[in-house]
């Protein structure tokens, strides 16, 4: 019966769904990119690397999924509401601060990993890796709010290909460590906020300048705190 009705349907109708189906697809295809490069990465890993060290590399996964989880939660409500309301004075405090807390995280990454044995030629690139995942994730949510999804559907197509591309090179040369592991996430992380444009980079210099972190206060109070209580119960 569903197949006659759409069948019947007016092509308008169908239309409107094909391109829904369409845009639906597109905002899939990028996460799931990124995720298939972070399962190839896991299974080289897993064969390559030691236990503690493929332990080291799972963790760092797993923080940089928090993060995320702390920059949609913490940030991206805020900052939405703001640029759609023309807030110019929220929008900055709500970059400057996912930028404090994404140097945060660098630094708690940086010594969890140290403390665990790691070296520092391992510890800092996945730190930094760790850290720009969730300002990546700021990004991205940025870049739909201001109708450019290419831009984000781009980012983690970059992302994902440079992770793919440098793993396969690392497998043709006997070359995967912990320490390479790294780097390579770390250097797929800063290509995949190229997609995003000059304006993007010109927006952080403004906030870093014209920013004030306790204008973020009240946001915190009215509308992220109990967000981000729920994810760090989570």
């Known amino acids: 019966a569903s197949a006659m009705s759409l069948a019947a349907s007016p092509p308008g109708r169908l239309q409107a769904l094909l391109a829904l189906a369409w845009r639906y697809g597109l905002l899939t295809a990028g996460p799931i990119t990124v995720s298939g490069a972070h399962f190839v990465a896991s299974v080289i890993f897993l064969r390559d690397l030691h236990a503690d060290q493929f332990g080291l590399f799972s963790f760092v996964l797993i923080i940089g999924a928090f993060a995320m989880s702390i920059a949609g939660a913490g940030f991206v409500l805020p900052a939405t509401r703001s640029v759609i309301a023309g807030e110019k004075r929220d929008t900055d405090a709500c970059f400057k601060m996912s930028l404090v807390v994404s140097l945060g995280f660098t630094l708690v990454i940086g010594a969890l990993l140290w403390f665990s044995g790691a070296t520092a030629a391992e510890a800092v690139p996945l730190a930094l890796f760790g850290a720009l995942s969730g300002y990546r994730w ?14 984000a559907i781009f980012s983690d197509l970059v992302y994902s290909t440079t992770i793919v591309t440098g793993l396969g090179a690392m497998e043709l040369t006997h070359t995967a460590t912990l320490a390479s592991g790294g780097q390579l996430l770390l250097l797929a992380s800063l290509l995949s906020f190229l997609p995003f444009g000059r304006g993007f980079f010109q927006d952080q210099l403004h906030a870093i300048r014209k920013g004030r972190l306790k204008a973020y206060a009240p946001i915190f109070r009215e509308l992220t705190g109990w967000s981000l209580l729920g994810v760090a119960l989570t």
């Open 138 to 151: 700021f990004a991205r949510a940025l870049a739909y709010v201001h109708n450019r999804m290419a831009a």
